[in-house]
């Protein structure tokens, strides 16, 4: 068949639409794909499944483990708080807690988490902080906003407006690695309560391996002149403002974690001197809390004098995170029991919040 020149132009305009209609097609196909296996659970319509964080930047992850109604205790901190099992706190505690510590989380993170949650979540159980060197060290950045990647849309957005932020490249990621969760293919990233141990097992625990970590952290430590000055924590100030989100019958736990007392050495006094008076203000802070216990684990004793306690100089390992678990139960339960491991600072609890706490004979 022979084309003319009058037929060129209804010959393109069918192939024209033709090509548009494939590829909206395909458009749909894909944002159908991502919509359906919605893989950080924030759509109101998806399908059908048991969902687990798959990808590698929680803060798309927590929103939807901070509404979860199967939870009625939480813990947020930094790296230095992931380590702590959810599984292993619920029977000590009799409560259902997430893990929602995040690497490098700022507080202002924090402090938005814990709002996300306590909208889900009116009388929680427990809530459990963990106030690291995040919240005495950083400068005003870590008081005022997220660290990196902060999707505030999975946290305030009204659900439906969520299905807009679905034609990205990084949902089309998460979606396919959903589906491959779905299919026994790929490992979660995350349990469905949070926790994920990031530090390799204890039975594999290599000290030329961990001597060469300490030697890499503490080059990578500045030394503070003895002379410097010591600045007030401006994370602080959010301090108050994420107690009162908290009922007061709500237990609220408030621990130090441990470092390597090699690393406070190297660091210098000028630091220990910072993180002194930080500590200090948030134990002022909490001596007017109700039912609220401050646990020092950042003391001289067998987990941060001990080099094997750790992998690095903060990250301590999987057997020291299920010691922390069962002295944190016994801590509440008997805040005047002496320990070699911790130091109560503060510990206003009713009975009935003590009770809560069921410690390991």
């Known amino acids: 068949m022979t084309t003319t020149p009058s037929s060129m132009p209804r010959t393109w305009r069918a192939f024209a639409l033709t090509l548009l209609a494939v590829g909206l097609s395909g458009v749909g196909v894909v944002f159908a794909f991502i919509a359906g296996m919605d893989a950080w659970n924030v759509l109101p319509v998806h399908l059908p499944l048991s969902r ?3 990808g590698g930047n929680a803060r798309y992850t927590m929103g939807a483990l901070a509404r979860d109604g199967r939870f009625d205790a939480a813990m947020l901190g930094t790296s230095t708080a992931r380590l702590i099992r959810p599984d292993m706190m619920g029977p000590l505690f009799g409560a259902r807690f997430v893990n929602l510590a995040m690497n490098n989380a700022t507080a202002w993170e924090q402090d938005r988490l814990l709002e996300v949650f306590m909208l889900a979540h009116a009388a929680p159980r427990v809530v459990m902080l963990d106030l690291d060197h995040v919240w005495c060290l950083s400068g005003d950045d870590a008081a005022r906003g997220p660290h990196e990647q902060w999707p505030e849309w999975v946290y305030s957005a009204p659900p439906w407006q969520r299905y807009g932020h679905m034609l990205d490249l990084y949902a089309l990621q998460e979606a396919a690695n959903q589906a491959l969760y779905q299919l026994g293919l790929k490992a979660d990233h995350a349990g469905a309560d949070g926790y994920q141990s990031f530090v390799p097992d204890d039975a594999t625990y290599d000290r030329a391996r961990v001597s060469a970590n300490f030697a890499l952290w503490l080059s990578a430590t500045p030394v503070a002149s003895p002379t410097s000055r010591v600045a007030a924590a401006p994370s602080l100030a959010l301090l108050p403002r994420l107690l009162a989100r908290i009922p007061a019958d709500t237990l609220k736990i408030v621990w130090f974690p441990p470092v390597a007392r090699e690393m406070k050495q190297h660091a210098g006094p000028a630091r220990a001197m910072a993180i002194a008076q930080c500590r200090a203000r948030i134990v002022a802070d909490m001596d ?3 039912n609220a216990i401050v646990v020092d684990f950042d003391i001289p004793g067998p987990i941060a004098d001990v080099r094997d306690s750790f992998w690095d100089p903060l990250h301590y390992r999987t057997g020291v995170a299920a010691r ?3 002295d944190l139960a016994r801590a509440v ?7 070699g491991e911790y130091v109560v600072r503060v510990a206003h609890l009713s009975p009935q919040v003590r009770d809560m706490a069921r410690p390991p004979s």
């Open 288 to 290: 007017h809390v109700p």
């Open 52 to 54: 687990v964080p798959t």
């Open 333 to 339: 339960h008997d805040p005047e029991r002496p320990a």
């Open 324 to 326: 922390i678990t069962r």
